[in-house]
């Protein structure tokens, strides 16, 4: 596994539990607002932490956190994702997967596996413009289907679009709709915020967030709206793994 950082605890990225977050590098997407660029662009990238460091460190920790998240970067990209995610779980750890849909195929097969207890996917865009908004090329029909097996699959799970400059409030309107028809009823809207005065052009503007709040209360069983922070060199990678 490429490991190219860690968190120890984590009170916010698996909901309800308390948990250690991976992070894989590499990525598929080139997304403007990414808050995660050290593990997208291979220029930026850091020193990988060994694999047995973390597997040995979340040993130690069983009885102190009570879950595992893996995410990227794109954790689905890694070759031997299913073996990693296996010796996680022969520790007891339910695992919660954070994942850009890209790969339906592999994300079936580790749901069916059961190596996974809560999906989280990003879902970047109406899909007439999916491509502009992740800057490169993919069949959207991989998104859709990605979504309708995580719907099905019977796990908890979550589908969640950042808010930031390119996306109006016809998009995010837009947005709903194709979710609401593929089934999803838990959706999240995340607020791009940064701290770096150059990004300030992506923070999103012309978003009514009341309104958007009264229309999700309508459409979706469990919905929130989240602040998605992104720090300019901001490190993920562990001080210590004791």
Known sequence: MRIGGLHKN??????GRLS????????????????????????????LIEED?????LS??????DSVVITGGEPLLQPDIERFLRRIKDMGYPIKLDTNGSM???????????????VAMDYKAPLRSYNRVIQV???????????TLIVSSGIEYEIRTTLYS????????????????????CYYLQIFRSFDKASKILQPSGIDIQYLKEYMLCRFWKWGLRSCEYVVNKSHIADELV
């Open 20 to 47: 250690a977050v991976i992070f894989t590098r590499g990525c598929n997407f080139r997304c403007a607002y990414c808050h995660n660029p050290g593990l997208v662009y291979p220029e930026k990238y850091g020193p």
């Open 166 to 185: 390119s996306l109006s409030m016809n998009s995010v309107i837009d947005i709903i709709a194709e979710l609401k028809q593929l089934g999803v009823e």
């Open 104 to 118: 339906p195929e592999r994300l079936q097969h580790l749901i069916n596996s059961g190596l996974i207890d809560y």
């Open 10 to 15: 984590s009170l916010i990225d698996f909901p």
């Open 53 to 57: 460091l973390v597997l040995s460190f």
């Open 137 to 147: 090329n993919i069949d959207t029909e991989k998104i859709t289907h990605s979504v």
């Open 60 to 65: 130690n920790r069983r009885g102190l956190i």
